[in-house]
């Protein structure tokens, strides 16, 4: 089945202690990109990539890094968690060269205390 | 940045009754997206429209897409309970990529049994 798989569904942390939350996708997509979600802001893309050791800043990609190693993996990575990255986070890809139809992973619910 | 913005961000209609949701854009496009997001779960496209098209269905779905007002339409007809969720709609700006994808902030639409 194509899917967009993130880990872990639901985090709490505490301000400061560095954690990573992973997306894999099954599809051979050379796109991938992060975004959150807060009410009222909509969907603001953090980071995306284009294919492989390829990556680019979005809207918001103060206090996050990411990484692109292999094709199917885009970890995002916060080094020093604030309340303020408290947030519903997507990762999704697609192919390149088509109609750019996004595929969303299920969200990571993260809260920083 | 946001491109997208739909209207109204919040409709309530019965069972039955036909939703219209719309959005408007401010730059030319290469296609528009339209995407459901069910409470707290990852967006799934919906619908896709061509900037050369002007009408497309898909079962009880009907955009339509009017490129000199930069806007767009979403019609669910016949609604049903399952239909609450909220709706997003996407833009790819003229000559971009995937890069260039921006999502509105969404209508919030609730379907009263």
């Known amino acids: 089945e194509a899917q967009v798989t993130q880990n872990p569904r639901y985090l709490i942390t505490v301000t400061g202690k560095k954690l990573t939350v992973t997306c894999s996708q099954n599809?051979?997509?050379?796109?991938m990109s992060w975004y959150r979600q807060d009410p009222g802001l909509g969907l603001r893309q953090i980071y995306y990539s284009m294919n492989v050791e390829v990556t680019d800043k979005g809207d918001v990609p103060e206090g996050y890094k990411v990484s692109r190693k292999e094709k199917r993996n885009f970890p995002l990575i916060l080094e020093s968690p604030s309340p303020n990255q408290t947030s519903l986070y997507f990762c999704?890809?697609?192919?390149?060269?088509?109609?750019?139809?996004?595929?969303f992973g299920p969200g990571t619910r993260l809260t920083v205390t | 940045s946001q491109q997208g913005e739909e209207d109204p961000q919040a409709l309530s209609i019965q069972e039955g009754e036909n939703a219209t949701m719309n959005c408007s854009y401010k730059t030319s496009i290469n296609n528009l997206q339209w995407y459901r997001q069910n409470s707290g779960r990852g967006l799934v496209h919906l619908i896709l429209?061509?900037?050369?098209?002007r009408e497309k269905h898909s079962g009880r779905l009907r955009v339509t897409l009017d490129t000199s007002k930069k806007s767009s339409s979403l019609l669910i007809t016949a609604s049903r309970a399952a239909d609450t969720a909220s709706y997003f709609c996407a833009t790819i700006v003229s000559g971009g990529g995937a890069d260039g994808l921006t999502f509105g902030k969404g209508t919030h639409l609730i379907i009263q049994p």
């Open positions: 429209i061509r900037s050369n098209e």
């Open positions: 599809m051979n997509h050379e796109y």
């Open positions: 999704a890809s697609c192919r390149l060269g088509g109609t750019y139809e996004q595929y």
